[in-house]
C-alpha cells in the first residue's frame, strides 16, 4: 500500500516571515519544528557555536517567551528565532538540500486515530521537508507517547525510506533539553528518542 500523498506546495498559505536572512554557507544549517518556549535552542546554539540554528515557534505567548530569553541571551549570532507556522515557513522558504538537521521535539501527539494525518511522520508535507535536507542529513524527533515513537518508526523507515540510527529511551537522570521533556522525566514518564538519517 501506498501511504505517501501528494503534497501541492501551492495550496500552503505563505509564511508570515518575507525573507530569511543570509546564513554562513560553511556552518550547517539546523533547523527546530514547534521549540516551544526555546530551551533547546538557546542550550544549542551556546552548546554549538559552529552551527546554525532557525527555531520555529507559531503559538504567540510561547515564542514571545522564548523570543524573551533570546534577548536576555544576548541574542546568539548563530541562532535564528521565527514566529511562524513551520509548514509554511518551510514549504516556501527553505530551499531544496539545505538543513542538515531537523528537530522535532515533543511535538502534539494528535492521539485520535482519525488524526493520523496531523503527526508530522503521516503528513504529505513530510516529503517536502525531507527534500529540503542535504543527503546524509539526519531528522530528530523525541515524544513520551509510545504509540507515537512506534509509528513515527514505521513510517520514517518503510514509508520514508529513512535509516534508523537510534530508537532509544531517555534515561530519567538525563538533563532535559526541552521545557516539556523536563516535566515528562520528573514524573518519571517514558520518553523516546528517535534519530533517522537521509540516504546519502
Ligand atoms: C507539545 S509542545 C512542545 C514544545 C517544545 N518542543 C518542548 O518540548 O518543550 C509542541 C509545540 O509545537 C508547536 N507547533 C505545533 N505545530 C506547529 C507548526 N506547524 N509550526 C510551528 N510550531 C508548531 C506548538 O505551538 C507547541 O508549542
Redesign the pocket.
Known sequence: MNLKRRFISSNVPKPRTQSLPSFDRKMPLFLE?????G??PLQFSKQNPKHQMIA????TN?FSKFYKRYLNHQCPENLYPFH????HFITHLIKKETIHKYFI????PNPKKSDQNKRWHAMPFMGKLLETMVPGGIIEFATNESFYAEECYEWMTNVWELEALEYKTIPHNFPPR????KKYLKREQKCFNLTFKKPS
Open positions: 519544528i514547534g521549540c516551544g518556549v530551551f533547546h520555529i515557534e507559531q503559538t510561547k511562524d507556522n513551520a509548514v521535539l515533543y511535538p502534539n526541552t521545557h516539556f521533556e
